[in-house]
């Protein structure tokens, strides 16, 4: 059983900064990337980032580029989203999934977390 617990979501202002965190346990399968999603009340579920298991690669969304990083800790089972200058439209639930490669759509992403709130004010 494969387990992703986020971590570090919070009420923030605009122009702030948050790490969100997701710790992995359990089987997967050899390797795995990992991707960050988010969904806001009333919308689809859009990708944010993702980043190969070396963390050689990394993928971003336009509307984070520049103010979002994925990171990993292979030895910690860790995978870290940190996201500056923080919008009001970034508030979200943020999830953290894992996938067999590093893409960017949804349903190739296997394993998926509960989700953390994000939530900026203006």
């Known amino acids: 059983q494969v387990q992703l617990v986020e971590s570090g979501g919070g009420l923030v202002q605009a122009g702030g900064s948050l790490r969100l965190s997701c710790a992995a346990s359990?089987?997967?399968?050899?390797?795995?990337?990992m991707g960050w999603f988010r969904q806001a009340p009333g919308k689809e579920r859009e990708f944010v980032a993702a980043?190969?298991?070396?963390?050689?690669?990394?993928y971003y969304a336009d509307s984070v580029k520049g103010r979002f990083t994925i990171s990993r800790d292979n030895a910690k089972n860790t995978v870290y989203l940190q996201m500056n200058s923080l919008k009001p439209e970034d508030t979200a639930v943020y999830y953290c999934?894992?996938?067999?490669?590093?893409?960017?759509?949804?349903?190739?992403?296997?394993?998926w977390g509960q989700g953390t709130q994000v939530t900026v004010s203006s």
């Open positions: 999934a894992a996938a067999r490669r590093v893409v960017t759509t949804d349903p190739d992403y296997d394993y």
């Open positions: 359990g089987r997967t399968f050899s390797r795995p990337a």
């Open positions: 980043i190969s298991w070396s963390g050689g690669n990394t």
